[in-house]
């Protein structure tokens, strides 16, 4: 698959999922957890605390994750993907750094560039679309978002 179509077609469904939520900044799980299992159905398990996420999933399955225990600071999207558990990160920390929760997992962080700028607070729309593109694409997604 093209390297910018891939690209193009992933800022085209963030631009979409922003005006569906009519907001550049996602701060209400509830809000993410609608519009994924909208798009995803019973493949999408939820939204999640950083210690509160499913221990066991199969493949396919997929769900977003906040990097703190209580209070959200930052959106994480987690899915199975040939018995692998794939975390994207949109400012593109070691995801085994990013919770001390999470130390311990066989999680692959799943991109090599960071996708979110620093004045940017669209992590959870970013992760909504990552999953999109991962759900049509599978790993060929990893260098390129």
Known sequence: MNYYY???????????????????ST????????????????????VFTADKYPKYI?????FIINNRKNKG?????VIKYNNKMYAYDTIN?????????????NWISANKNRDQSYYENDCGQRCVCWLISFHKYG???INII
């Open 6 to 24: 891939i690209l193009k077609e992933y800022e085209q469904n963030l631009m979409y999922i922003e005006d569906i939520l009519k907001t550049s």
């Open 27 to 46: 701060t209400n799980n509830f809000q993410l957890e609608k519009l994924c299992k909208n798009i995803f159905g019973n493949l999408f398990l939820g």
């Open 58 to 62: 199969s493949n396919g399955e997929m």
């Open 73 to 77: 600071e930052h959106w994480i999207s």
């Open 93 to 105: 920390r070691n995801i085994h750094k990013v919770s001390i929760f999470w130390k311990n997992n």
């Open 139 to 141: 790993t060929q997604i």
